[in-house]
């Protein structure tokens, strides 16, 4: 199947002005957090951080389709002592924009350096919040499915005639209460936590996913074929993911150092900027 993948340059919020409505599949980015990578992106306020990032998400909510899902990694950070509720009143306000606020998942970052402030330990995780549209999208559960692992023999090998006689689930959980149906698997869903260890910066941009959670969320609500936008881009990741797993991309980043360096990573020829 072919597949296209497009490095545009620019302003996010303009570039998406560019794109049809209903065209994107899936969105997976991480924008700067509030009042970091000042010497990169310049940075945002915490207290204008939602008003700055609205127009992005009204932009966002048009090109996604009905079908689709948009998937944001964001972390709050500390002013003053105290957590700051940026991300709170982000997803208010963006529930208020029309999107559903589905799901939240959970980077556990499990090569976090240790560390201490006088009133907290250092961070080791991160929010990656899903939105959608509609109700009804795109989910595809078993592309993701990992081993039952040497538990389920310990946890299931000896039921109790309560286990075994158990109704199935009523509430739509997969699961069921009848444990027995479990003995002859070999897979389970997953949880919505993922352990992944961060890059540290080795792909000369300031903040680099890991490859592991763009593929972990394209595998689980896109098929070959659809089309993949991270428009807060940075050094390339999520598009060079995409193409990997026969998806079309689409990548936006305003820094023309990191457009060249996305693009020397796909083995892309250069091509005419986004206005």
């Known amino acids: 199947m072919a597949t296209r993948t497009e490095i545009l340059e620019g302003d996010c919020l303009h570039v998406l002005q560019g794109l049809p ?3 994107i599949d899936l969105i997976v980015t991480s924008p ?3 009042d970091q990578r000042k010497h990169t992106y310049g940075g945002v306020s915490p207290d204008h951080y939602v008003e700055w990032f609205l127009p992005i998400t009204r932009e966002l909510l048009r090109v996604l389709k009905p079908t689709g899902t948009f998937i944001l990694n964001i972390k709050e950070r500390v002013v003053s002592g105290e957590r700051h509720t940026y991300v709170l009143e982000l997803i208010l306000e963006m529930r208020r924009q029309g999107w559903l606020w589905t799901e939240e998942f959970i980077w556990h970052k499990k090569n976090c350096y240790p560390g201490k402030w006088p009133n907290r330990f250092r961070d080791s995780w991160e929010r990656l919040l899903q939105f959608n549209k509609a109700r009804q ?4 559960q078993e ?3 990992v081993p039952m692992g040497d538990w389920a023999k310990a946890r299931l090998k000896n039921l109790s005639t309560t286990d075994r006689i158990r109704d199935e689930s ?7 209460k009848k444990i027995e149906n479990w003995l002859s698997r070999s897979m389970a869903f997953p949880t919505n936590v993922l352990n992944l260890a961060t890059e540290c910066s080795n792909r ?3 903040a680099v996913f890991p490859e592991a959670l763009p593929e972990w969320f394209i595998k689980l609500f896109t098929h070959e074929g659809d ?3 991270d428009p807060f881009m940075g050094s390339g990741t999520t598009p ?3 193409m990997r797993l026969g998806r079309c991309a689409i990548g936006i980043e305003i820094l023309p150092e990191y457009v060249a360096l996305a693009r020397s990573g796909l083995g892309e020829p250069q091509i005419e900027d986004a206005p």
């Open 21 to 23: 409505d209903d065209s």
């Open 32 to 34: 700067p957090y509030a």
């Open 137 to 140: 999208f795109n989910m595809y």
């Open 143 to 145: 592309e993701v499915m």
């Open 170 to 176: 009523r509430v739509g959980s997969g699961f069921g």
């Open 204 to 206: 000369k941009h300031c």
């Open 227 to 229: 089309t993949v936008l």
């Open 240 to 242: 060079r993911v995409a």
